[in-house]
């Protein structure tokens, strides 16, 4: 975002820990008007905790949240969550079944009759449900609830827009199109977005920075591009799509495999390293009598593999091969059709700039 865009939330150093087990450890992050942030990361690593926190529902131990530079929760302080000019939008949508679909969206809001009605109509026109006002929520399929969950939550005009897994319950066919709507009004309303997912795609097709979180810390931080091409670690790589390890051993800043050698500056000499590389990223060359391509500086040594199995997937194909060396297992996949048969002898190359060198304890 640009250095002139206001900070709308500041998170500094949260923490939270129940039972004796830290859930949230040491989390900061800001977020801008206009700016969507995911935090990204499996099942049970605090992200929801931390957007509670956020949201004034949970108390944090430790740290500060501020809003447009308020403070709301810190060391004597809990702003409560109707006073934070927070929205929430979770995943069940939590609209209230007695009443209408304007009454849900303008549930929340504090203004005149002529107001409140022209703020509902104007919210129902740009999530495109006019003429939806008088149904009930049992009338409503399960795309137009998630809408009018999110009417509801901008209603009010809030400077922050906590989301959690709020697309988690859509029918795939329906959820990317949503997606792309929900982004475009909120970015119209200018509210700062901290949208909590565990979906890597989700997290990039939607964020302008995404926030890794594993084991209650974020473990890094920056633009969709850069966390999904310079992973801090392994773990990291691994959680944006499969990934193939390959291990050797660094002498010299330099590690032999099969596939050549390969760069492994910062390595100390007679250290186990592991060399990571996606699926897409290896490429297939045929067996010519047992002979493969001639190496390139790009793509190094090919090493032979016999297939195990592959499979079409609708745009890629994936062939899994047993490699000649260790007998290791690697899988490459293909854009639209490519099937050899169980058995097929083929020669495997990496491109030296797609891939990731780390420790054997899985950091670079």
């Given at each position: 975002?640009?250095?002139?865009?206001?900070?709308?939330?500041?998170?500094?150093?949260?923490?939270?820990?129940?039972?004796?087990?830290?859930?949230?450890?040491?989390?900061?992050?800001?977020?801008?008007?206009?700016?969507?942030?995911?935090?990204?990361?499996?099942?049970?690593?605090?992200?929801?905790?931390?957007?509670?926190?956020?949201?004034?529902?949970?108390?944090?131990?430790?740290?500060?949240?501020?809003?447009?530079?308020?403070?709301?929760?810190?060391?004597?302080?809990?702003?409560?969550?109707?006073?934070?000019?927070?929205?929430?939008?979770?995943?069940?949508?939590?609209?209230?079944?007695?009443?209408?679909?304007?009454?849900?969206?303008?549930?929340?809001?504090?203004?005149?009759?002529?107001?409140?009605?022209?703020?509902?109509?104007?919210?129902?026109?740009?999530?495109?449900?006019?003429?939806?006002?008088?149904?009930?929520?049992?009338?409503?399929?399960?795309?137009?609830?998630?809408?009018?969950?999110?009417?509801?939550?901008?209603?009010?005009?809030?400077?922050?827009?906590?989301?959690?897994e709020p697309f988690s319950g859509l029918d795939n066919r329906?959820?990317?199109?949503?997606?792309?709507?929900?982004?475009?009004?909120?970015?119209?309303?200018?509210?700062?977005?901290?949208?909590?997912?565990?979906?890597?795609?989700?997290?990039?097709?939607?964020?302008?920075?995404?926030?890794?979180?594993?084991?209650?810390?974020?473990?890094?931080?920056?633009?969709p591009y850069n966390v999904y091409n310079a992973p801090v670690?392994?773990?990291?790589?691994?959680?944006?799509?499969?990934?193939?390890?390959?291990?050797?051993?660094?002498?010299?800043?330099?590690?032999?495999?099969?596939?050549?050698?390969?760069?492994?500056?910062?390595?100390?000499?007679?250290?186990?390293?592991?060399?990571?590389?996606?699926?897409?990223?290896?490429?297939?060359?045929?067996?010519?009598?047992?002979?493969?391509?001639?190496?390139?500086?790009?793509?190094?040594?090919?090493?032979?593999?016999?297939?195990?199995r592959s499979r079409y997937l609708g745009r890629e194909s994936?062939?899994?091969?047993?490699?000649?060396?260790?007998?290791?297992?690697?899988?490459?996949?293909?854009?639209?059709?490519?099937?050899?048969?169980?058995?097929?002898?083929?020669?495997?190359?990496?491109?030296?700039?797609?891939?990731?060198?780390?420790?054997?304890?899985?950091?670079?």
């Amino acid at each position: 975002m640009p250095d002139s865009t206001p900070l709308r939330l500041e998170v500094s150093h949260l923490s939270r820990a129940f039972g004796g087990r830290r859930v949230v450890d040491d989390v900061t992050l800001t977020v801008a008007a206009g700016q969507v942030t995911c935090l990204l990361g499996p099942s049970g690593c605090g992200k929801s905790t931390t957007l509670r926190i956020i949201a004034g529902v949970e108390r944090t131990d430790q740290g500060e949240v501020r809003i447009d530079g308020r403070l709301v929760e810190g060391p004597g302080v809990h702003v409560p969550p109707e006073a934070r000019s927070v929205g929430l939008m979770f995943q069940d949508f939590a609209l209230f079944p007695h009443l209408t679909v304007a009454e849900n969206v303008g549930f929340g809001l504090r203004a005149e009759r002529a107001r409140k009605v022209q703020r509902i109509g104007e919210l129902l026109e740009k999530v495109d449900l006019s003429g939806f006002g008088q149904k009930h929520p049992h009338e409503l399929s399960g795309g137009e609830q998630q809408r009018v969950a999110l009417a509801r939550a901008l209603a009010p005009r809030p400077r922050v827009m906590l989301m959690d897994e709020p697309f988690s319950g859509l029918d795939n066919r329906l959820r990317d199109g949503i997606r792309d709507r929900t982004l475009e009004l909120l970015k119209e309303e200018g509210a700062a977005v901290l949208l909590v997912t565990h979906e890597p795609d989700e997290a990039m097709r939607m964020a302008d920075e995404i926030a890794l979180m594993r084991q209650g810390r974020i473990v890094q931080k920056g633009a969709p591009y850069n966390v999904y091409n310079a992973p801090v670690d392994k773990a990291a790589a691994a959680f944006f799509s499969d990934i193939n390890v390959i291990r050797g051993i660094s002498r010299g800043a330099l590690t032999e495999t099969p596939f050549g050698a390969f760069l492994t500056p910062g390595h100390a000499d007679g250290a186990e390293v592991e060399i990571v590389i996606r699926p897409q990223h290896l490429r297939i060359d045929f067996d010519r009598g047992g002979r493969g391509p001639n190496p390139t500086p790009e793509d190094g040594t090919p090493a032979r593999g016999t297939v195990l199995r592959s499979r079409y997937l609708g745009r890629e194909s994936l062939v899994d091969f047993s490699m000649d060396f260790e007998g290791a297992k690697l899988t490459a996949s293909v854009p639209g059709v490519f099937l050899p048969k169980p058995g097929t002898v083929l020669w495997l190359m990496i491109r030296r700039d797609r891939c990731f060198v780390f420790g054997s304890h899985g950091r670079s």
